[in-house]
């Protein structure tokens, strides 16, 4: 079955600053995988998908993430933070005729 | 274009109480699935659903709980005779058919049990 480990539960960077969040699939290749993001109180909104047809995904609110099958990562990253991507952050990969799978989370605090 | 619904937002039961959580999927979705969601534990997968069938329970504990999406009307998810040990958020999600379909998730029910 596919899996995602994320790793760091919590990340704090300043504001300006570079975002990594660390997200690994298990062995086998996903033909998908995903990032959303919560914010509180608040439901699961979509912030980009990996399809294989491209190795880079863009997606909102300038975050990208690059898919590496050599490291079997799909690690999300943003240029310069703000104040406003405080949220904790999910990768996700479908299971095969079922449902998405989601890592733990990654909380991303963000300070002035 | 409405998004996915869920009522109640907070739900508060006594512990041996019924809890009944309803999720409305957005127009034209027609699979749903359940999550629940702990502090520190990420969202763990209950069941998704399909029109009056059930595809895939395997994250739903074997007693108590309960799901259904009828022809008409909302999913339900059920719990009874509540535990403290189910207080939780529980996100409902939405797609249309396709593998690879993004989610799209309501906003929640947090329930409380005392």
């Known amino acids: 079955a596919q899996s995602v480990t994320q790793l760091g539960s919590h990340v704090s960077v300043s504001e300006g600053a570079l975002v990594l969040l660390r997200c690994n699939y298990s062995s086998s290749v996903p033909p998908y995988l995903f990032w959303y993001v919560q914010y509180p109180n608040q439901g699961l909104q979509l912030l980009l998908k990996?399809?294989?047809?491209?190795?880079l995904v863009k997606g909102i609110n300038g975050f990208e993430a690059e898919f590496k099958k050599s490291e079997t990562s799909f690690h999300l990253t943003k240029p310069s933070a703000h104040m406003s991507d405080a949220a904790e952050y999910f990768c996700?990969?479908?299971?095969?005729?079922?449902?998405?799978?989601f890592g733990k989370g990654t909380t991303l605090s963000v300070s002035s | 274009n409405a998004g996915v619904m869920q009522n109640p937002r907070h739900l508060v039961r006594r512990r041996g109480q019924e809890a009944r959580l309803r999720c409305s999927p957005m127009k034209g979705h027609s699979h749903v699935y359940w999550y629940r969601q702990l502090p520190e534990e990420g969202l763990k997968f209950m069941v998704y659903?399909?029109?009056?069938?059930?595809?895939?329970e395997s994250g739903m504990p074997k007693e108590r709980f309960s799901a259904e999406f009828p022809k008409e009307g909302p999913s339900i998810l059920r719990i009874q005779q509540v535990v403290r040990g189910d207080s939780a958020a529980y996100f409902c999600?939405?797609?249309?058919?396709?593998?690879?379909?993004?989610?799209?998730f309501g906003n929640g029910t947090r329930l409380t049990v005392t």
């Open positions: 990996y399809t294989s047809a491209a190795t």
């Open positions: 996700a990969v479908p299971q095969a005729g079922t449902a998405l799978i």
């Open positions: 999600a939405s797609s249309p058919p396709g593998y690879n379909s993004p989610l799209h």
């Open positions: 659903l399909q029109k009056e069938n059930i595809i895939d």
